[in-house]
């Protein structure tokens, strides 16, 4: 059976649900679950575009990345050490400072096994988890996250187990076979707008009222959504100043460290940055994106550790795929393969891992694929959630004890 997306808005509040799954697929009413609280939760952040690996953890050390990239190769000297081999960017001292602490994992060389420089091929594999899948096959429509929250719906069918944080459509790692996750842009957008203590009276007496078909159903999202909105206005109004940057990604990340320290109930949370196809003057571009994107993941991890909950969470960073080895002539970098992953979180076994890429050996220009992405969603899946895995790929060994 096939189900249909229903979007509406009600005071502000946008709802997204199922037909007809509408009052699990809602936001829950009973966002507090026993079974969700205190759970490890998985943050996936996707940065859309395909980010430049070798600009962001640099092979300093070997004289072929400066001769390749006489425009944008970055000074040995200005880099953030890793190792003796390996500097992160100049802007990304805020991310130095968690992988100088162990809570920060580098995975080298992570790709497809079939590379495609699409950008829509790319994300498919990496959002199905399956890239062998021939088109029109269902698992094409499947998220590897999605498939992750239908099984922790079937656990919890009163709550809601995954949230895409954003502003921008569902992506399809999220859609799952009986649960298609919501999409939440911030705290403003589960924020009601009361004209009068009366219109709010009328309201509910409206919401509590007797229907049938699509009226009950609109009635049903509308009572869960108001009442998750009620929570989420008790968690905001809790929150303080806890040294988030100005960025749209830093307060998407805020959201998640509110919603988990809140007991909202949900598991999985999936967000974006944008930007990373930098085919031309690539210098400032990039190092304004790499910029945003350690300060809002070293204040996250800072505030999931002052919250009392950094042993909950791990956060997953990915990009479709990395840039050729060697710059363009605009500057730039264009299509590439395989690139470096970010895993962080206290329950990280931080530090470098997998294979460094060898720029005296490459594939068509392109850094090699030395590490299968579905090993490092093996260990997420199971290693970390206690789920069923999307593959048979050996999980990574990259979580302590």
């Known amino acids: 059976m096939r189900l249909?997306?229903?979007?509406?808005?009600?005071?502000?509040?946008?709802?997204?649900?199922?037909?007809?799954?509408?009052?699990?697929?809602?936001?829950?009413?009973?966002?507090?679950?026993?079974?969700?609280?205190?759970?490890?939760?998985?943050?996936?952040?996707?940065l859309t575009g395909g980010n430049d690996g070798l600009n962001t953890v640099v092979p300093h050390r070997q004289d072929a990345y400066f001769r390749m990239r006489p425009s944008i190769a970055l000074?040995?000297?200005?880099?953030?050490?890793?190792?003796?081999?390996?500097?992160?960017?100049?802007?990304?001292?805020?991310?130095a400072e968690v992988f100088g602490a162990g809570e920060l994992a580098v995975v080298h060389g992570?790709?497809?096994?079939?590379?495609?420089?699409?950008?829509?091929?790319?994300?498919?594999?990496?959002?199905?988890?399956?890239?062998?899948?021939?088109?029109?096959?269902?698992?094409?429509?499947?998220?590897?996250?999605?498939?992750?929250?239908?099984?922790?719906?079937?656990?919890?069918?009163?709550?809601?187990?995954?949230?895409?944080?954003?502003?921008?459509?569902?992506?399809l790692s999220m859609r799952g076979e009986r649960f298609l996750a919501p999409t939440v842009r911030d705290f403003e957008g589960f924020r009601l707008h009361e004209a009068s203590a009366s219109f709010a009276r009328e309201r509910?007496?409206?919401?509590?009222a007797p229907g049938a078909g699509d009226l009950a159903f609109l009635r049903a999202a509308a009572r869960t959504t108001y009442a998750a909105a009620r929570r989420m206005s008790e968690i905001s109004a809790r929150e303080e100043g806890s040294g988030y940057p100005e960025s749209e990604l830093a307060r998407e990340l805020k959201l998640v460290a509110s919603?988990?320290?809140?007991?909202?109930?949900?598991?999985?949370?999936h967000l974006s940055l944008a930007g990373f196809d930098t085919h031309a003057r690539q210098a400032p571009v990039h190092a304004n994106l790499v910029q945003q994107l350690s300060a809002a993941l070293a204040a996250f991890q800072h505030d999931l550790a002052r919250k009392g909950i950094g042993e909950r969470v791990v956060t997953f960073v990915f990009s479709e795929f990395g840039r050729r080895a060697a710059e363009?002539?605009?500057?730039?970098?264009?299509?590439?393969?395989?690139?470096?992953?970010?895993?962080?979180?206290?329950?990280?076994?931080?530090?470098?891992?997998?294979?460094?890429?060898?720029?005296?050996?490459?594939?068509?220009?392109?850094?090699?694929?030395?590490?299968?992405?579905?090993?490092?969603y093996a260990l997420l899946e199971a290693g970390w959630m206690g789920l069923e895995p999307s593959t048979a790929e050996t999980a990574m060994p990259l979580l302590k004890g």
């Open 110 to 171: 992570v790709g497809t096994p079939v590379p495609d420089r699409s950008h829509f091929r790319s994300l498919e594999m990496w959002h199905t988890a399956d890239p062998f899948a021939p088109a029109g096959e269902p698992a094409r429509e499947i998220g590897w996250l999605g498939r992750l929250a239908d099984q922790i719906a079937g656990a919890d069918p009163e709550g809601t187990p995954a949230l895409s944080i954003g502003g921008g459509d569902l992506p």
């Open 204 to 208: 509910d007496a409206l919401l509590d």
């Open 4 to 46: 249909t997306r229903r979007s509406f808005v009600l005071d502000g509040l946008r709802i997204t649900a199922l037909v007809p799954l509408a009052p699990r697929l809602a936001l829950a009413a009973n966002c507090r679950s026993s079974r969700s609280r205190g759970e490890r939760v998985l943050v996936v952040v996707q």
């Open 75 to 95: 000074a040995r000297g200005a880099l953030h050490a890793l190792d003796d081999d390996h500097g992160l960017h100049p802007e990304m001292g805020a991310l």
């Open 259 to 269: 919603l988990v320290a809140g007991d909202f109930g949900t598991r999985i949370f």
């Open 328 to 376: 363009n002539g605009s500057k730039g970098t264009d299509h590439g393969r395989g690139a470096p992953v970010f895993l962080m979180g206290a329950p990280v076994e931080g530090g470098m891992h997998g294979t460094p890429p060898d720029l005296e050996d490459l594939v068509e220009g392109d850094v090699r694929q030395t590490a299968d992405f579905r090993g490092v």
